[in-house]
Nanobody, 116 residues
Framework: QVQLVESGGGLVQAGGSLRLSCAAS????????MGWYRQAPGKQRELVAT???????NYADSVKGRFIISRENAWNTVYLQMNSLKPEDTAVYYC??????????WGQGTQVTVSS
């Protein structure tokens, strides 16, 4: 069993920055890709950014150039640096850890609210 705990969400004005963290704990043998997803009210959950254990990153077009994903493999921790935030970035942000191609764990989510 793997637990993911997110932190760093909050309220920020448009143009501001936030840094999200997600730490994995429990019986961890190997975590492959880790990532961030978000879900706004009335919308489906969508991918924000992912990073493999080797450091390869992938971003949604809507956040390219503004968000940076990084991870510390030794600590099974992933970060999301969010800059130039916009009101449309408001959502609950979820951390995900892929253990195998068929097994993934999710965090409980952290609220990010960007005011205009």
């Amino acid at each position: 069993q793997v637990q993911l705990v997110e932190s760093g969400g909050g309220l920020v004005q448009a143009g501001g920055s936030l840094r999200l963290s997600c730490a994995a704990s429990g019986k961890i043998f190997r975590i492959n890709a880790m990532g961030w997803y978000r879900q706004a009210p009335g919308k489906q959950r969508e991918l924000v950014a992912t990073i493999t254990s080797g450091g390869t990153t992938n971003y949604a077009d809507s956040v390219k150039g503004r968000f940076i994903i990084s991870r510390e493999n030794a600590w099974n921790t992933v970060y999301l640096q969010m800059n130039s935030l916009k009101p449309e970035d408001t959502a609950v942000y979820y951390c995900k850890a892929d253990v195998t191609p068929r097994l993934a764990y999710w965090g409980q989510g952290t609220q990010v609210t960007v005011s205009s």
